[in-house]
């Protein structure tokens, strides 16, 4: 049934493709489909089924995204499953009371400390804007603390081609010139303007971060109701077109070069307008995309840890907790709003992103499956004991008590009389925190490397926050 629904759904995108068309805000990008047999009209493209899928089947099915320590080298695609602290552009952080205000620098330092100390990521990127930079280009300062203070992969930000410029010039500097140009160091995203429109900023860092060998994630974000039609069939269609666009483009400004098909598309309430990301209907969106993503043969993008909730509450664990877990089901590839996030991607808070590193730590190990062997099936300690015994003191449980559950940092368990509950997890929390950020030791980097890329930014006239 669901490969007889990605058929429709296929369909319908190719129908849109070739009848209706997309706009591209770029002479560039249209030069680009002239040269290559794309048919336009002005700023208008249309495209063939035939051209969809030739152009499509050029991408990698699978690529790496190299580190400055090679233990955190991230495979994308394929059966991987690979998570991301999210992107770099939060300009809200909320507290846990509730408070919303002003990311600052700490705050952004703090996220890389917390990132850089999390096994599950192989990542990193600060997640929000800290308020002290006020340049127009604000992402080169923060991507030479993103250097200084992780040695895990790089995620590069948005913002258009003087930011995309500046973020190849320091990888080179990072790791040579000819490195760059054999290896991915870096992931951005390219956003579409939906309905079926991409701006110049965003084909202007397609076009860059391609042509220079970088990988880029294609992450439509399709509002049903506003931006694409109320159904949701009708806004997973504009998506995939949107998305298969953005996979072309890539193809044809070099072949071969490492994209990531994505989504980003949900709903609206159409009770006041707002975008939610926190429901059942983005779970089917990112259930279609990685479907879709398979079909076309490229790596995925979808889900996290999505909620609408404005602070760490009931709403926020239960929404998460119901998206991170259609995403692990769905297969997808790579996870880019894995912690932190609350109100509709809006803010991020250090709090939810220590809680929704447990809610992920419990559902891998859910993912994992139940262990079938002789050890597991215990056979041998059921015979030894019988009925009527116990298995507290037996050996089979002191070996195997530590990996045979989930224990967890934060959740309060056994007896609650006398305890505050709410104080106690708060407490877990901060604790967690402490000891992450307590244990955390700033790699290595050649002074040589820091000076110059500290020149770089002085002298193209970035702020430098130390």
Same mark, same amino acid.
């Given at each position: ?8 759904l296929? /369909? @319908? ?21 002239k040269?290559?047999? =794309? ?8 495209f ?5 899928? /030739? ?26 499953i690979?998570?991301g ?7 809200i ?13 700490? /705050? ?5 400390? =917390?990132? %850089?100390? +999390? ?8 997640n ?10 604000? *992402?080169?300062?923060m ?9 895990k ?14 973020? =190849? ?13 054999k ?6 995203i ?16 397609l ?10 994630? =294609?992450?439509? @974000? ?8 109320v159904?949701?069939?009708? &806004?997973? @269609? ?35 307008? +707002? ?5 059942p ?13 398979k079909?076309?043969?490229?790596p ?8 609408d909730?404005?602070?760490l509450?009931? %709403?926020?664990?239960?929404?998460? &907790?119901?998206v991170?877990?259609?995403?692990l ?9 894995t912690? !932190?996030?609350?109100g ?28 079938? /062997? ?11 004991? !019988? ?13 195997n008590?530590?990996?045979?559950? *989930? ?6 368990? !056994?007896?609650i009389?006398?305890?505050d ?5 708060k ?26 890329? &500290?020149?770089?930014?002085e ?8």
């Open positions: 049934m669901n490969r007889h629904k990605v058929n429709l296929h /369909d @319908a995108t190719m129908n849109i493709m070739e009848n209706v068309g997309m706009v591209f805000f770029s002479d560039e990008i249209i030069d680009l489909f040269k290559n047999g =794309i048919r336009t009209d002005g700023k208008r493209a249309y063939t089924e035939k051209q969809v899928m /030739d152009w499509v089947g050029k991408a990698p099915s699978e690529f790496m995204i190299h580190a400055r320590n090679d233990k955190y080298n991230m495979t994308v695609g394929g059966n991987n690979e998570f602290p999210g992107n770099s552009g939060s300009t952080m909320t507290d846990y009371d509730g408070t919303e205000r002003e990311p600052t620098y700490d /705050d952004f330092i703090k996220f890389l400390k =917390i990132t %850089q100390q +999390s096994d599950n990521f192989k990542i990193n990127s600060g929000v804007l800290p308020c002290e930079i006020k340049s127009e280009v604000p *992402f080169p300062q991507l030479y603390s993103i250097m200084d203070y992780s040695d992969c790089i995620f590069g930000g948005n913002g258009g081609l003087r930011e995309s410029q500046g973020i =190849i010039d320091m990888l080179r500097i990072m790791f040579g010139e000819d490195e760059v140009k290896r991915a160091y870096s992931l951005s390219v956003s579409s303007a939906s309905p079926l429109q991409y701006d110049k900023n965003m084909t202007d860092t076009i860059e971060c391609s042509k220079n060998n970088q990988a880029v994630v =294609i992450s439509p @974000a399709v509002m049903g109701g506003t931006t694409g039609p159904t949701l069939a009708g &806004t997973i @269609a504009i998506s995939n077109a949107e998305s298969l666009a953005g996979v072309i483009m890539t193809q044809m400004v070099k072949e071969g070069s490492p994209v990531i098909y994505g989504s980003a598309t949900a709903s609206n309430d159409m009770r006041n307008g +707002s975008f939610c990301i926190g429901t209907e983005s779970t089917l969106c990112i259930e279609y995309c990685s479907e879709l993503a079909l076309y043969g490229v995925s993008r979808g889900g996290g840890t999505l909620t909730a404005r602070n509450s009931v %709403q926020s664990a239960y929404e998460s &907790t119901m991170l877990f259609a995403t089901k769905a297969g997808i590839n790579y996870v880019l709003h912690a !932190g996030f609350l509709s991607y809006n803010s991020m808070s250090h709090e939810k992103f220590i809680v929704d590193l447990e809610i992920l730590d419990m559902l891998k190990k859910y993912n994992d499956g139940l262990k079938v /062997d002789e050890n597991n099936l215990a056979v041998d300690v059921i015979k030894e004991i !019988g009925p009527g015994g116990q298995y507290l003191t037996a050996n089979h449980t002191f070996e008590f530590r990996n045979s559950s *989930f224990i967890p940092n934060l959740a309060n368990r !056994g007896p009389l006398g305890i509950q709410e104080k106690e997890f407490n877990n929390i901060d604790n967690k925190m402490n000891q992450m950020l307590s244990s955390y030791e700033k790699p290595y980097m050649p002074e040589d490397t820091r000076r110059s890329l &500290t020149k770089y930014l002298g193209n006239g970035y702020q430098l926050i130390k």
